[in-house]
């Protein structure tokens, strides 16, 4: 079976490359890769189209990698009174943004209930509309 041989490689490449940036050499091969197909220490594995033994791989470090994208960094919480002042007024202003919308659904319950009993009472009232 050929994926089990690229498997096989796979592993061995990705054992070359943690051992030479661990510096050390354990045996990482799953149980049933090991008793599938053997990798020996000799085999050789293949890199973007070249052949490298793995005692070469081991021997070479590996080329640097920088990342696409670099978080920002977070600044540093203030400690003392003045964190605590800012989270209070955070704190107080969220409420009052709370209480707000409260107060805007109060008020667009009051009106649409309004409105609903109004158009009742005129259909009640107009017999014309019940016929």
Known sequence: MK?????DALIAQTLAFV?????????FRQRDTAAAAPVLATEIVSVRA?????????ADPPPQITPAFQPMPTPAPRM?????????????NFRKHQERFEREREEYCVATLTKLRAAIRDTDASPTARK
């Open 3 to 7: 994926w089990i041989r690229e498997r």
């Open 19 to 27: 051992q030479s940036v661990a510096g050390k050499k354990d045996d």
């Open 50 to 58: 070249t052949t490298v033994t793995l005692e070469q791989a081991q």
């Open 80 to 92: 003392g009174s003045d964190f605590r002042s800012e989270m209070q007024t955070r704190i107080a």
